[in-house]
């Protein structure tokens, strides 16, 4: 009985969680599976090559201590002008075998004879660390028909900026990168690693689906961020399950107040999730609280979103009453939203820029905020701006975030 780890990750960011969602950061199954002709079947090699490929792409990024690396642009990797497709095949080697990827690569070598190609791929006849080149001849056999559409001299260089480097199978890169993370990330044991592993999967998964070709980077210490906020939220859902709500809530409040207020430009992004049952006054009383204690000396207006609330309206009217005003990006009953008069407003400085949580996406392309907290009673939030600081913070009520903001 052969036994597989399939992945199963959810994405993970700075988030505090409330205990029954501590199990969010899961690393993990254990599927058994029967060594059988069944194990050949097209959806578990296309599962086993997707993992296969992850892996070769996270080696990448650990050995680029410095430099960003890009997955799933036009090759699966991309480091600077060097550009890997991945492969791994449960067969013997052959020219044929690799036809595709050629194709793809000279294609792309036509339009760009700077750059440098790598096949990184596993056979099963090829000993892992070997590498070759290919001649013309071979070039022209591959290209077959399509040979002739590309120039001579551009085959000629094209064979001298591409290799083909054999890999170890998937279980021997696997156990590879487990060894590499655990020394990088300082984990305690194999088990440990495999618990990170899941979760920098996770949130490389989500950064190839929320972002185009050519702006999935990603470098080594953004992945130590990721592994960081995951330990910062586990820590903090078992504070609240062992401690109770009060000293969880006090354990926040203390961590807010270590952190700096008064920065200049350091423009900041609240996001209050309410409820059915979320009274107005403590609405306004945590605006309050946000203007009093983040728009003073040099800092910015913060920006504060309310979702959940179906009529802003009514906050908007019980803000004014409570002589809090705010820009909200309408200059006048019944005008248009014009991002640019919030993001910049006219010099009235009211010290909160009211943002509905509709038209959050349409303001963060101009905002550009430092950092990002997130208050939320159910599910945090996806990151607004991923450059931002992001913390998500699970309350139980609004009037929580009182207590925490002193």
Not at 176 to 184: D, F, W
């Amino acid at each position: 009985m052969a036994v597989y780890l399939q992945l199963e990750s959810r994405r993970a960011s700075a988030r505090t969680l409330p205990p029954d969602q501590a199990n969010r950061y899961r690393g993990y199954k254990v599927i058994r599976r029967a060594s059988s002709g069944a194990d050949r079947d097209g959806g578990y090699h296309a599962i086993k090559g997707y993992a296969f490929q992850f892996d070769a792409s996270l080696l990448q990024i650990l050995d680029n201590h410095t430099g960003s690396v890009e997955i799933e642009g036009a090759q699966d990797i991309g480091v600077r002008n060097f550009h890997i497709q991945v492969k791994n095949r449960s067969a013997r080697f052959s020219l044929r075998s690799i036809t595709n990827p050629v194709l793809q690569m000279m294609d792309q070598f036509s339009q760009n004879r700077d750059a440098r190609f790598s096949l990184y791929c596993h056979f099963l006849d090829r000993a892992p660390g070997s590498v070759i080149m290919i001649n013309r001849d071979e070039l022209d056999s591959l290209l077959g028909e399509k040979s002739s559409l590309y120039e001579e001299d551009a085959k000629e260089m094209f064979t001298k900026s591409f290799q083909i480097n054999f890999a170890p199978d998937y279980r021997t890169q696997f156990e590879t990168v487990l060894s590499r993370l655990t020394k990088v990330l300082r984990a305690r044991s194999e088990s440990e690693a495999t618990y990170w592993h899941a979760v920098i999967h996770g949130h490389l998964r989500d950064l190839i689906f929320s972002q185009p070709q050519g702006e999935r980077r990603v470098n080594l210490q953004q992945l130590i961020d990721v592994v960081n906020d995951a330990r910062s939220a586990v820590f903090e859902a078992s504070y609240a399950q062992v401690y109770g709500h009060t000293k969880y809530l006090k354990l926040l409040r203390d961590q807010y107040k270590s952190r700096g207020v008064n920065v200049h430009n350091r423009q900041r992004l609240f996001v209050v999730e309410c409820s059915v049952g979320t009274h107005l006054q403590d609405l306004v009383d945590v605006a309050a609280r946000i203007r009093s204690r983040y728009y003073a000396g040099q800092s910015p207006a913060p920006y504060l979103c309310f979702r959940g609330v179906r009529d802003l309206v009514d906050v908007k009217r019980a803000l004014w009453d409570a002589d809090l005003k705010f820009d909200d990006g309408f200059n006048y009953g019944g005008a248009q939203f014009s991002v640019v008069d919030l993001v910049t407003p006219p010099s009235r400085g009211f010290g909160i820029k009211l943002v509905d949580f509709a038209l959050l996406p349409e303001v963060t392309v101009l905002a550009r905020y430092r950092e990002v907290h997130d208050f939320y009673l159910t599910d945090p939030v996806s990151d607004p701006d991923r450059t931002a600081r992001t913390q998500h913070v699970f309350i139980e009520q609004v009037a929580d975030i009182q207590k925490i903001l002193g």
